[in-house]
């Protein structure tokens, strides 16, 4: 685990941490006034690799061969000019440091980054970190790269956890969950919703999606699979029987069978890390990537029975409440996480792709819908 302490006057910042995989909603902004939790599990962090913030610079400012040393292969509306390499930690896990006041910005609810590092250190006054918490964006504190330093605490880093232990003690991520709002008419107010996390993930794994499909019909798993992805490969592709055929394929799953173009596979949540399949039957089919929380729901789906209950009741005694409802709209992949992961895929430099592009910029909702 690591401590990470100031640069300037060696004063701990944060607890422990343990190092994890930045997770695919890092980047995402969901609706308008919305209450996101925090980004992070509470006692790790990651490392975000591209530049963050301001100050920003619009497209037709920045070179070709700049954008493509970047790691980015069609327009986009600006590109950062921050530092690379922020390190990604809850809110709650930072110590020893204070608000600037001064440097709110003109954000709605909270905090949103946009004046720069707005928290310094306690005992220096070092400017040290950015926290986010302003409505629709998640939670979290981006500690700058050179401003802090990481200290070692326990003098062994510890060994990522196998792919088999993984898949026995994963825990899905549902993907329904309750929303809260700010400003209704009576304060606080709640919908049921699918899972911004899942919006998300999806988003991302569209563009690869997209990539693997060559331009051909994709056919995905029925069943929740299909929910998620179907509807918009569908519109995105051309019509007619599917080509190119997706599985689910992961740590405790079946081999997939030979001649597959796509496998659906999860992300190692420490290392980020996409799961590989052993032999050459499935060499050439193209890893989707997905979170495992995500990839683990899918490929067992939980029942959404009763709750346990809590008191003096035995165990694995089950209170009877209703079934939480499914939301009242179609699954709809975020437009955000999809154009971010699109456009620093190299193939999207191809005609077809890029028309994808376009449409997106025009009519992103109609696009994913």
């Not at 911004?196 to 069943?223: F, I």
């Not at 179907?230 to 992961?250: C, E, I, M, S, Y």
């Not at 683990?296 to 409802?325: C, E, F, H, I, K």
């Amino acid at each position: 685990m690591y401590v990470f302490v100031c640069a300037r006057c060696d004063a701990e910042l944060t607890v422990p941490l343990s190092q994890v995989s930045l997770p695919a909603h890092a980047r995402q902004k969901y609706g308008n006034g919305i209450q996101l939790p925090v980004l992070m599990e509470p006692g790790t962090f990651a490392v975000d690799p591209e530049p963050w913030g301001g100050p920003w610079r619009m497209w037709d400012e920045i070179e070709p061969g700049e954008a493509v040393a970047r790691g980015i292969y069609a327009p986009v509306h600006a590109l950062s000019d921050g530092t690379p390499g922020a390190i990604v930690t809850a809110p709650g896990d930072v110590r020893g440091t204070r608000i600037v006041p001064e440097k709110r910005s003109g954000a709605c609810c909270g905090l949103d980054g946009a004046d720069g590092p707005n928290m310094a250190c306690e005992a220096c006054d070092l400017s040290v970190a950015t926290r986010v918490d302003d409505c629709s964006l998640w939670q979290a504190v981006r500690l700058s790269p050179d401003a802090v330093r990481r200290v070692l605490v326990d003098g062994v880093q510890a060994a990522p956890f196998s792919w088999a232990v993984l898949a026995e003690r994963g825990e899905g991520t549902p993907p329904f969950e309750p929303i809260a709002t700010w400003g209704g008419r009576l304060g606080q107010s709640h919908f049921w919703s699918w899972s911004p996390r899942w919006e998300a993930a999806a988003g991302q794994a569209l563009a690869h999606l997209l990539v693997a499909s060559e331009g051909q019909p994709v056919k995905v798993p029925d069943g929740l699979t299909a929910d998620v992805f179907q509807r918009a490969l569908d519109t995105l592709l051309p019509a007619g029987p599917p080509t190119r055929r997706a599985v689910l394929a992961g740590p405790g799953q079946p081999l997939p069978e030979a001649g597959v173009d796509i496998l659906l596979v999860p992300v190692h949540p420490q290392t980020g890390r996409t799961w590989t399949p052993a032999g050459p039957a499935t060499s050439a089919a193209y890893p989707v990537p997905l979170p495992l929380g995500v990839w683990l729901w899918l490929v067992s789906p939980q029942p959404y029975s009763p709750v346990p209950t809590s008191g003096g009741l035995p165990q694995d005694v089950l209170r009877d409440d209703p079934l939480p409802p499914r939301p009242h709209y179609l699954f709809q992949a975020d437009r955000g996480t999809f154009q971010h992961t699109l456009v620093r895929l190299p193939a999207v430099r191809s005609p077809w792709m890029r028309t994808i592009l376009d449409n997106l910029t025009r009519d992103g909702s109609r696009v994913l819908a």
